[in-house]
Nanobody, 122 residues
Framework: QVRLVESGGGLVQAGGSLSLSCAAS????????MGWFRQAPGKEREFVAV???????NYADSVKGRFTISRDNTKITVNLQMTSLKPEDTAVYYC????????????????WGQGTQVTVSS
């Protein structure tokens, strides 16, 4: 059974930092593209960041310079370090995985975690 399990969400004040982690199991993800998406209440799910198996990354403009995605292919984990958080970063954050090249559209991802809540207070 394929599983992606996120952890690390919580409540933080604006300007603060949080680190999210996603643990993958059930198959070999070492060659998969791993991404983070988020969904705020009443809004569509949106792309946040993505990383390939060899470390190439892509970020949404709204998080560039503030968020950093990384992965450990040995442990099959992907992390999202979030700094200078803003109230508009409040959302449920999802980890996702797909084979092949980097794509930022969520519909192309095959595997999803259950999500972790991030709340940034002003």
């Amino acid at each position: 059974q394929v599983r992606l399990v996120e952890s690390g969400g919580g409540l933080v004040q604006a300007g603060g930092s949080l680190s999210l982690s996603c643990a993958a199991s059930g198959r070999t993800f070492s060659r998969h593209v791993m991404g983070w998406f988020r969904q705020a209440p009443g809004k569509e799910r949106e792309f946040v960041a993505v990383i390939t198996w060899n470390g190439s990354t892509n970020y949404a403009d709204s998080v560039k310079g503030r968020f950093t995605i990384s992965r450990d292919n040995t442990k099959i984990t992907v992390n999202l370090q979030m700094t200078s958080l803003k109230p508009e970063d409040t959302a449920v954050y999802y980890c996702a995985a797909k084979e092949g090249r980097i794509i930022t559209a969520s519909r192309w991802y095959d595997y999803w975690g259950q999500g972790t809540q991030v709340t940034v207070s002003s």
